[in-house]
């Protein structure tokens, strides 16, 4: 895909939040970009969070050390990447999205059940949370 130029206009931000500088992050469905991440994490997420409610999951008891370590890999991407250690690259993203969007899917099962669950609020604000500082950081050295 080439890199978008000043005349090009900015996808709405609810499908895509890249600006057009980082549209080299998303995939063009028909005239919009979206955001490759979200495009793998959330369609994944919603059929696991469906197979949970349903009762088609791990034990329960698994859930504090899986919800945990499935979305660390993505996790550590995403600060290497922000934090200019590593370069973006599409495969890696979408692969390391895809055991996030399976945890994130029995996350959301666990909210719906019980909205105030702390094992799902713990893993929300700790990853967002370094994900966060990850991201002003990065923003702040260039």
Do not use: K, N
Not at 43 to 72: C, E, M, N
Not at 134 to 139: F, L, Q
């Amino acid at each position: 895909m080439t890199r978008p130029t000043a005349d090009d206009s900015i996808s709405a931000l609810w499908i895509a939040h890249h600006y057009p500088e980082d549209y080299d992050r998303c995939a063009v469905v028909g005239r919009t970009h979206v955001c490759r991440r979200c495009l793998a994490l959330y369609p994944l997420a919603f059929i696991v969070t469906g197979l949970t409610l349903a009762g088609t999951r791990w034990p329960t008891d698994l859930d504090s050390v899986l919800l945990a370590l499935l979305p660390l890999p993505s996790v550590v991407e995403f600060v290497l990447e922000h934090l200019g250690v590593i370069v973006y690259q599409p495969t890696r993203q979408a692969l390391l999205t895809l055991p996030l969007a399976v945890a994130l899917g029995v996350g959301f099962g666990r909210y719906l059940r019980h909205p105030s669950d702390l094992l799902f609020w713990a893993i929300v604000v700790g990853y967002g949370g370094v994900c966060l500082v990850a991201t002003v950081i990065g923003t702040r050295r260039r």
